[in-house]
């Protein structure tokens, strides 16, 4: 019987919470995820903060942006409030509070959705945390990125994010994400769910030794065809939800 892979809260338990806040990534643990997925950049004045979007303007109604802003400035920002009144008062977490904040066993993984300037700040919070390497992965779109963080961050393990397009054929192709991986040394793949994730094409990864990490999913049936598949870890916006669904596959099976 397939395995039930690591489930890993999307920004956190973000279905219920607000995304990729403390309050989120609580709620996340607290209904059983095996870690959380967060996004994060680099501020004004060089301390990497948790935020998906570049800017604040969906989730806390501002027109700074964190590139453009001081840490200061954004700690000002309530984060919570758009989500519900339960919320209000959530505020913008720095990496290392997020460091702090993670449990023994439980992993998190790391989006960059800057370039390679937040390397340095990146390695100082994580020596500073003291946390295993095993515990953390680093996610980026960006293959340069890849490259320059796995060979300024060796200990840890780097997956390029793929995303596919149709046109007659998935693109990138099976044959041209195995290139890409290969050619950026990356130790994994984090793809989004989709069908170009087959039997075959695992076995290719597998065969290479690489990891396979997979987002977003909300869906039982989806999330078992992934255990069916042998995926690494599922990423879903709704942990506890998901984590019952697949527990409840396994007793009827």
């Not at 953390?136 to 490259?147: E, G, P």
């Amino acid at each position: 019987m397939p395995t039930t892979p690591l489930i890993i809260g999307h920004r956190g338990s973000s279905r219920e919470a607000p995304e990729n806040t403390l309050a989120s990534f609580r709620l996340a643990f607290s209904q059983g995820a095996d870690g959380i997925e967060a996004d994060f950049r680099l501020t004004r004045d060089g301390r990497i903060v948790c935020l998906h979007d570049a800017g604040l303007a969906r989730t806390a109604g501002s027109d700074l942006t964190v590139a453009g802003a001081s840490l200061a400035e954004l700690e000002r920002l309530d984060l919570g409030a758009w989500k519900g009144e339960a919320w209000r008062g959530e505020r913008i977490p720095t990496l290392a509070r997020v460091l702090v904040l993670l449990p023994p066993g439980k992993r998190l993984f790391i989006e960059v959705k800057c370039g390679a300037e937040i390397i340095e700040e990146l390695a100082l919070d994580l020596e500073r945390a003291h946390v295993s390497p095993e515990s953390i992965r680093f996610l980026t779109f960006d293959r340069h990125l890849v490259s320059s963080l796995k060979e300024r961050l060796p200990a840890y393990r780097t997956c390029w994010l793929c995303d596919y397009r149709w046109r007659g054929a998935w693109h990138p192709s099976q044959r041209e994400v195995l290139a890409t991986l290969e050619e950026i040394g990356a130790d994994g793949l984090a793809s989004r769910d989709r069908a170009i994730l087959d039997v075959p094409f695992v076995r290719q990864l597998r065969d290479r030794g690489l990891e396979l990490h997979v987002w977003t999913v909300d869906a039982a049936r989806a999330a078992e065809r992934l255990c069916a598949l042998g995926v690494d870890s599922i990423m879903t916006n709704r942990p506890g939800w998901l984590r019952g669904a697949l527990e409840r596959r396994v007793e009827r099976a």
